[in-house]
């Protein structure tokens, strides 16, 4: 089994910058990939970033240049470094976790998923 808790979503203006975090505890084995994605009221979820097992990083279009991804494996914590938000990021953002890495950037088809933190930018 594992473990995932998020925290640092907030809100923020428009332009701003927030840093997602989220603690990893439990299997490694099955959380060796991890990422992830979010969900706005009335829409689908959306894979907003990941690291695979070999360190590969992608990110949604959406997001590419704005967010980054990173893992301190000695703190068994994911982040998000999200910058120059926009109004369209305003979602719920979870944290997910898996020991393979989804195709198409599905980071909410992993196995392990964390409660969500809201994240709210206002224009």
């Known amino acids: 089994q594992v473990q995932l808790e998020e925290s640092g979503g907030g809100s923020v203006q428009a332009g701003g910058s927030l840093k997602l975090s989220c603690a990893v505890s439990g299997d490694s084995y099955r959380s060796r990939c991890m990422g992830w994605y979010r969900q706005a009221p009335g829409k689908e979820p959306e894979g907003v970033a990941a690291?695979?097992?070999?360190?590969?990083?992608t990110y949604a279009y959406s997001v590419k240049g704005r967010f980054t991804i990173s893992k301190d494996s000695a703190k068994n914590t994911l982040y998000l470094q999200m910058n120059n938000l926009k109004a369209e990021d305003t979602a719920m953002y979870y944290c997910a976790a898996d020991y393979a890495m989804p195709s198409g950037l599905r980071v909410h088809h992993m196995d392990y998923r964390g409660k969500g933190t809201l994240v709210t930018i206002s224009s």
């Open positions: 690291i695979d097992i070999d360190g590969l990083i």
